[in-house]
């Protein structure tokens, strides 16, 4: 297996947070669950072989992907496919950068997968042409980098509020924090939501729920020995029923069940 990351330099970092490409990549099972990430991501995959969604609940096929798709900030997890020697391009956006591209409201994304020539036409097709044709991850990386440059719309200038406001619930992302970023930013709550909603397409609310979540999801998977009630406060809970109920909302398990399933990555767990 090829496993290769690459951070993207300035001004592309703006946007995107991160390349992954792997290469036959070898599982054992045949359906993972993606836990929300706080991210949209472009997926271009380089096997032919479709992918899929999946009813949580059932595991019945739910939709078919293939080519290239994007898929935007999910508000819960979803069960995707997991294919044996699996070949993959994916572009992670940074939590605004998928609106310069695009220049739509990112709530129509919101909680949706959308193949990507909706979006980019068939040039999509043709990047991923060229991805099959580089030789190298580094190649494949530059060419990436260089259509996206291309395409990225300069009309559409980022307020430097949501990176302010963003960086904020980052580092901290407490109770009270989405009214004192209001407050700070010089908006009202009201006019601060619809901006942050356009270009993130979350509420600044349920956002910093997500970060909060993933904040969890990190220190699990630093530490050999988990103290939940330690670790819910630690991350802004309000108690420890708020923390059982967020947990198993976004991961679809109790704490304590969790630790039981098979994962390899950190936003991923094998269901089947």
């Known amino acids: 297996m090829l496993l290769r990351f690459h951070k993207p330099s300035f001004p ?25 990430d706080g991210a949209a991501h472009l997926i271009i995959e380089l096997d032919d072989i479709p992918k899929f969604t999946f009813h949580n609940e059932t595991l019945e096929v739910k939709d078919k992907y293939s080519g290239a798709w994007i898929s935007g900030m999910q508000k819960e997890f979803i069960s995707i496919s997991a294919e044996v020697h699996s070949s993959m391009f994916v572009i992670r956006f940074t939590p605004t950068g998928v609106y310069p ?128 009630t330690a670790l819910s406060q630690q991350c802004g809970f309000y108690d420890q029923a708020h923390f059982i109920r967020e947990f198993q909302k976004f991961s679809g398990f109790n704490p304590t069940e969790f630790l039981r399933t098979d994962r390899e990555y950190k936003n991923y767990v094998v269901v089947a």
């Open 12 to 36: 592309l970092a703006q946007h995107v947070e991160l390349f992954t490409y792997y290469k036959d990549l070898v599982q054992k099972h045949t359906i993972e669950r993606l836990m929300p």
């Open 101 to 228: 591209f695009l220049g739509i409201p990112m709530t129509e994304l919101s909680d949706q997968v959308f193949d990507a020539e909706l979006f980019f036409g068939s040039s999509i097709r043709s990047l991923r042409d060229l991805l099959l044709e580089a030789t190298s991850p580094e190649a494949k990386f530059q060419l990436a980098s260089n259509w996206l440059t291309e395409r990225l719309s300069h009309k559409q200038s980022l307020n430097p509020v949501l990176n302010f406001a963003i960086n904020r619930l980052t580092a901290n992302p407490t109770l009270d924090q989405v009214k004192t970023l209001s407050e700070r930013t010089g908006y009202s709550q009201k006019q601060f939501i619809h901006l942050f909603k356009k270009h993130v397409g979350l509420t600044p609310k349920y956002y910093q729920r997500i970060i909060r979540f993933n904040k969890v999801l990190e220190e699990v998977e630093r530490s050999n020995e988990i103290n939940w």
